[in-house]
Nanobody
């Protein structure tokens, strides 16, 4: 089991930047995959970025070149650096952890990001 606590959400103007943090309650270096998802009002939750224990990253096409996922194993924390934010990035952002390829998902409580034009 792991508890995930997100922080860093805020209201910003378009073009601005934010860094989201996801603090885990246990070591993360051996977790199969961690990532960020988001859910906008009236829409399904969607993948934003994932990072495997081996360092492989996947990004949604809509955020490539603007967002960067990273982790600090010493702090058991995963980050999402978001630059050049757009109004369509507005959503609740959730941290996700998966211990193994076939294991279930663990979720944080979410943090709100609002981007105004």
């Amino acid at each position: 089991q792991v508890q995930l606590v997100e922080s860093g959400g805020a209201s910003v103007q378009a073009g601005g930047s934010l860094r989201l943090s996801c603090a885990a309650s246990r070591i993360i270096f051996n977790i199969y995959r961690m990532g960020w998802y988001r859910q906008a009002p009236g829409k399904q939750r969607e993948l934003v970025a994932t990072l495997t224990g081996g360092g492989t990253t996947i990004y949604a096409d809509s955020v490539k070149g603007r967002f960067t996922i990273s982790r600090d194993n010493a702090k058991n924390t995963v980050y999402l650096q978001m630059n050049s934010l757009k109004p369509e990035d507005t959503a609740v952002y959730y941290c996700n952890a998966q211990f193994a390829p076939s294991a279930g998902d663990h979720w944080g409580q979410g943090t709100q990001v609002t981007v105004s034009s």
